[in-house]
């Protein structure tokens, strides 16, 4: 677990995590969210993610100790250290990470002496002699974005993007040549991932961060709205309560090009809409009495739930009125566009 030291640290810089965001390529973060942590504004955590994170870290040192049985060949010896603090690059102070492990190597029978490497290298940021990294993941419900089919494809290949994002900017900050990746997928499938330096790819990530730094965080200039929740809830705590009347742009052609473009999405989202539903009803009269189809292709159920609350019963049944709701209300902006029609 980061300490609150490091949590301060890494306002200042780009972090590997941050770097998948900034890409795009993170599920959980955007690039508001980066922006706004460096402003020292984080969406709060949930507490189950607190609880993912907590046992994450608790069981990372048993991967990190399974990984070298798995992956230590006979004739070396291993020693695995893990970083106590968050690393910066010596040429581009921005540019930090906090890897799981270093990994030392030695031909076998030399152990006393790797431990003294190790031991040298435990208070200095930047050990020379690491062979590379580790970095130890817990994958739960997210396993869906790791290629495990396709066991003739590289390594780098079978990694979600932001897994690959994040081990590649750990490398640009350590300066070493690969990344190892121990996995431990929905509990019970162990997998290594041997991710060698993409030079290249490390080259174009530098610049897309390096400029997110500039135009953005340096500049205090919010990125632009990229259709995530992130951003709806951004600008939802950005905009005041109390709210001036309606106003005429008069001939505001940017504002225009935005409505209609609006409009024409809304008109693309309501016949896909109803596509989804078409295609829905053939799939349940497929299914009808089973429970479901699994396949190559994936697969389909139709399960009972519990189904939601019906709330104007509960109500009734409480004996609330109206007023008594009112408490418990938090005041919304609801966003309505309406489109002017060409006269045919």
Not at 62 to 73: D, E, M, N, S, T
Not at 74 to 79: G, L, S
């Amino acid at each position: 677990m980061l300490t609150p030291k490091q949590l301060e640290q890494r306002r200042k810089g780009i972090t590997a995590t941050d770097a998948s965001a900034i890409v795009g390529e993170n599920p959980w973060r955007r690039p508001i969210d980066v922006y706004l942590s460096k402003k020292g504004i984080d969406q709060p955590r949930s507490a189950e993610s607190e609880e993912r994170a907590l046992t994450g870290s608790i069981l990372e040192e048993g991967l990190a100790q399974r990984y070298v049985l798995k992956a230590k060949p006979a004739d070396r010896d291993w020693r695995i250290f893990e970083p106590k603090q968050t690393l910066v690059n010596p040429q581009m102070p921005w540019v930090m990470a906090t890897p799981d492990r270093f990994v030392f190597d030695m031909p076998a029978g030399q152990g006393d002496e790797l431990g003294k490497v190790a031991m040298k290298h435990a208070s200095r940021a930047y050990p020379a002699e690491c062979s590379h990294l580790l970095e130890c993941k817990l994958v739960g419900r997210p396993v869906q974005h790791w290629d495990l089919r396709s066991a003739d494809s590289a390594d780098e290949d079978r990694l979600p993007v932001y897994v690959y994002v994040q081990v590649q900017w750990q490398a640009i900050v350590t300066g070493v040549q690969r990344v190892d990746v121990a996995a431990l997928l929905n509990g019970t499938g162990f997998r290594v991932f041997h991710v060698p330096v993409n030079h290249e790819y490390c080259k174009n990530l530098l610049d897309i961060c390096y400029k997110f730094m500039v135009d953005h965080v340096l500049a205090d200039v919010a990125p632009d709205p990229d259709g995530s929740g992130s951003y709806s809830r951004y600008l939802s705590d950005l905009c005041p309560r109390n709210l001036v009347d309606v106003v005429d742009p008069s001939e505001d052609a940017a504002l225009a090009e935005l409505v209609t473009n609006y409009d024409a999405a809304r008109a693309v989202e309501s016949a896909a809409k109803k596509d989804k539903e078409h295609f829905a009803q053939l799939l349940k009269a497929v299914v009808l009495d089973r429970a479901g189809f699994i396949g190559q292709w994936g697969k389909v159920t139709w399960l009972t739930s519990a189904g939601q609350v019906d709330y104007k019963r509960l109500i009734e049944d409480l004996a609330v009125d109206s007023a008594t709701l009112d408490k418990y209300r938090t005041p919304t902006r609801t966003l309505r566009v309406t489109a002017k029609k060409d006269k045919v």
